[in-house]
Nanobody
Framework: QVQLVESGGGLVQAGGSLSVSCAAS????????MAWFRQAPGKDREFVAA????????YYADSVKGRFTISRDNTKNTVYLQMNSLKPEDTAVYYC????????????????WGQGTQVTVSS
């Protein structure tokens, strides 16, 4: 059974940095495209970033491009999201997700989800 557990969220001031992690209990972790989504109160869940099976390709939403970096360590079954130059509008619950085929920006395309971790950026 696939389980994803996020960690590392918290409170940070605007302009600051924060890193979140997602540990996956997937025997074949390197066979899954991994992604981060986020959901702010009253808003739909939105795509943030995704990374290919071996980490060679990454994809970002325009709103975070140049500020966020997604990475993965297949030896540790973990995917990371480094967030720099944070803005109050980045405040949301951040979720990691996994799927076995190529990346998608649609949340319904992912079959496995973590429970989420709260990121709050104060102004």
């Amino acid at each position: 059974q696939v389980q994803l557990v996020e960690s590392g969220g918290g409170l940070v001031q605007a302009g600051g940095s924060l890193s979140v992690s997602c540990a996956a209990s997937i025997p074949t972790f390197s066979s899954y495209t991994m992604a981060w989504f986020r959901q702010a109160p009253g808003k739909d869940r939105e795509f943030v970033a995704a990374i290919s099976l071996n980490g060679g390709s990454t994809y970002y939403a325009d709103s975070v491009k140049g500020r966020f970096t997604i990475s993965r360590d297949n030896t540790k079954n973990t995917v990371y999201l480094q967030m720099n130059s944070l803005k109050p509008e980045d405040t949301a619950v951040y979720y990691c997700a996994a799927r076995r085929t190529s990346y998608s920006t649609y949340s319904f395309a992912y079959g496995y989800w973590g429970q989420g971790t709260q990121v709050t950026v104060s102004s």
